[in-house]
């Protein structure tokens, strides 16, 4: 009985028929489309768990399409999977909405486990409302919505930056270093070099500066990662 639905969005059939066939294995249900906008009227009619997303495509890239999908479900995870190394793409595709990066050619054992990885995230983050929110400074980090709110605003946090926020606050003031940080976000180690706990750390300031300007959340504490501690300083 499939477990997930994965939505896969590549313009290369014998990839994408790979990516079905190893996902299927591991259980899950799999939709497939060869274009960009093929794939944006499948997500938008199947509401698929996760995707697995090509940024070369036809008729809508994976650029646009990220943005798309974040403009309807700011909360599935998405993994890009692209040829393009350099460490601006692999930024850039974090910071418009994706959760993970994968340069091609990848090991199709490791897209599973980023798979399986990301899923347990969501379903421990279902399970976790029962955590109650936690409370600091004017701000609400609430489990139950996946959310963090100001004045009973949202703050408007993905999924992904919820999620590093949330270790963070839990920590208890404690410093976190990176790869802990990520560990905890994502689900599996850090590999080197890899920035993607920077980008989503100052995606979640950006939007809690927005919110609640005049107060520091999370701090940089150098030489280790980070702390969260509402009026304290030292933020960058």
Same mark, same amino acid.
């Given at each position: 009985?499939?477990?997930?639905?994965?939505?896969?969005?590549?313009?290369?059939?014998?990839?994408?028929?790979?990516?079905?066939?190893?996902?299927?294995?591991?259980?899950?249900?799999?939709?497939?489309?060869?274009?960009?906008?093929?794939?944006? &009227?499948?997500?938008?009619?199947?509401?698929?768990?996760?995707?697995?997303?090509?940024?070369?495509?036809?008729?809508?890239?994976?650029?646009?399409?990220?943005?798309?999908?974040?403009?309807?479900?700011?909360?599935?995870?998405?993994?890009?999977?692209?040829?393009?190394?350099?460490?601006?793409?692999?930024?850039?595709?974090? $910071?418009?909405?994706?959760?993970?990066?994968?340069?091609?050619?990848?090991?199709?054992?490791?897209?599973?486990?980023?798979?399986?990885?990301?899923?347990?995230?969501?379903?421990? $983050?279902?399970?976790?409302?029962?955590?109650?929110?936690?409370?600091?400074?004017?701000?609400?980090?609430?489990?139950?919505?996946?959310?963090?709110?100001?004045?009973?605003?949202?703050?408007?946090?993905?999924?992904?930056?919820?999620?590093?926020?949330?270790?963070?606050?839990?920590?208890?003031?404690?410093?976190?270093?990176?790869?802990?940080?990520?560990?905890?976000?994502?689900?599996? $180690?850090?590999?080197?070099?890899?920035?993607?706990?920077?980008?989503?750390?100052?995606?979640? &300031?950006?939007?809690?500066?927005?919110?609640?300007?005049?107060?520091?959340?999370?701090?940089?504490?150098?030489?280790?990662?980070?702390?969260?501690?509402?009026?304290?300083?030292?933020?960058?």
């Amino acid at each position: 009985m499939a477990t997930h639905t994965i939505l896969i969005v590549e313009d290369d059939p014998a990839i994408a028929d790979s990516v079905a066939y190893h996902l299927g294995r591991a259980g899950h249900r799999t939709l497939m489309a060869a274009d960009g906008g093929t794939g944006l &009227r499948l997500f938008k009619r199947e509401r698929p768990d996760l995707v697995v997303l090509d940024l070369m495509l036809p008729q809508l890239d994976g650029w646009r399409f990220t943005e798309e999908v974040r403009g309807e479900d700011p909360d599935v995870p998405i993994i890009m999977c692209s040829a393009r190394t350099s460490e601006h793409d692999r930024v850039h595709g974090l $910071e418009i909405g994706a959760d993970d990066y994968l340069i091609k050619p990848f090991s199709m054992k490791e897209l599973v486990a980023r798979v399986g990885a990301q899923l347990r995230r969501r379903d421990k $983050e279902r399970a976790r409302a029962a955590d109650g929110p936690i409370e600091a400074a004017g701000l609400v980090i609430d489990p139950d919505q996946v959310q963090a709110f100001a004045d009973g605003r949202s703050v408007g946090l993905t999924a992904r930056e919820f999620e590093v926020l949330l270790v963070l606050a839990k920590a208890d003031g404690r410093p976190l270093a990176r790869n802990k940080i990520y560990r905890e976000a994502w689900g599996y $180690e850090m590999m080197a070099g890899d920035r993607s706990v920077d980008v989503f750390v100052r995606k979640v &300031r950006q939007k809690l500066r927005a919110a609640i300007p005049d107060t520091d959340f999370i701090i940089t504490h150098y030489g280790v990662g980070y702390r969260f501690d509402p009026g304290g300083t030292g933020g960058d």
